[in-house]
């Protein structure tokens, strides 16, 4: 299965949200940059994250994105869900209809065997998305990541955020 590359950026981007304190904020365009990535394409990424309430969007100047959530409610399920949408990655175009023999649908009344082992698979593999919090993945990059990779991302944070406004 190929996930797409915004997968993969939106689970970079929550993480390094992550690491915010309450009410803090980055910029897309600052997210954007750290991943080398184009801040059109990733702001599409970020603004389904906000659709599906992973982040938060706070317009204005001193704007940029958060969670919306804590990290530990947050599952990489979630993430690819709102990247991908909730289609399942295999979908069976019933092809075996399509050869030169045509038969009645009566031919074709138990589900196809590809397709209900596919989804078998599936159902699998989303279970153990949903079981692998955002929260674990930071937790663990803090203790088995290079230290230097580790102080480069509180760098970037550090540098990037941007303090809650006082109301």
Same mark, same amino acid.
């Given at each position: 299965?190929?996930?797409?590359? =915004?997968?993969?950026? +939106?689970?970079?981007?929550?993480?390094?949200?992550? $690491?915010?304190?309450? *009410? +803090?904020?980055?910029? *897309?365009?600052?997210?954007?940059? %750290?991943? =080398?990535?184009?801040?059109?394409?990733?702001?599409?990424?970020? %603004?389904?994250?906000? $659709?599906? *309430?992973?982040?938060?969007?706070?317009? !204005?100047?001193? $704007? !940029?994105?958060?969670?919306?959530?804590?990290?530990?409610?947050?599952?990489?399920?979630?993430?690819?869900?709102?990247?991908? !949408?909730?289609?399942?990655?295999?979908?069976? =175009?019933?092809?075996?209809?399509? =050869?030169?023999?045509?038969?009645?649908?009566?031919?074709? @009344?138990?589900?196809? $065997?590809?397709? @209900?082992?596919?989804?078998?698979?599936?159902?699998?593999?989303?279970?153990?998305?949903?079981?692998?919090?955002?929260?674990?993945?930071?937790?663990?990059? !803090?203790?088995?990541?290079?230290?230097?990779?580790?102080?480069?991302?509180?760098?970037?944070?550090? %540098?990037?955020?941007?303090?809650?406004?006082?109301?």
């Amino acid at each position: 299965m190929k996930l797409s590359e =915004g997968v993969e950026a +939106a689970i970079h981007c929550a993480a390094t949200l992550a $690491g915010l304190e309450d *009410g +803090a904020t980055i910029p *897309g365009s600052a997210l954007a940059a %750290q991943f =080398g990535l184009s801040p059109s394409y990733l702001l599409k990424h970020l %603004q389904a994250l906000a $659709g599906a *309430g992973i982040l938060e969007s706070v317009p !204005g100047p001193a $704007g !940029g994105y958060r969670l919306a959530r804590a990290a530990d409610r947050i599952s990489l399920l979630d993430i690819v869900v709102a990247v991908e !949408g909730p289609q399942p990655a295999f979908r069976c =175009g019933e092809i075996r209809r399509n =050869g030169p023999v045509k038969l009645p649908d009566a031919a074709y @009344v138990k589900p196809c $065997g590809i397709n @209900v082992a596919m989804l078998r698979a599936e159902k699998a593999w989303r279970t153990a998305l949903a079981a692998e919090k955002l929260s674990t993945i930071v937790a663990d990059f !803090g203790k088995d990541a290079d230290p230097r990779s580790v102080a480069a991302a509180c760098a970037f944070v550090a %540098q990037h955020r941007r303090p809650q406004k006082p109301v």
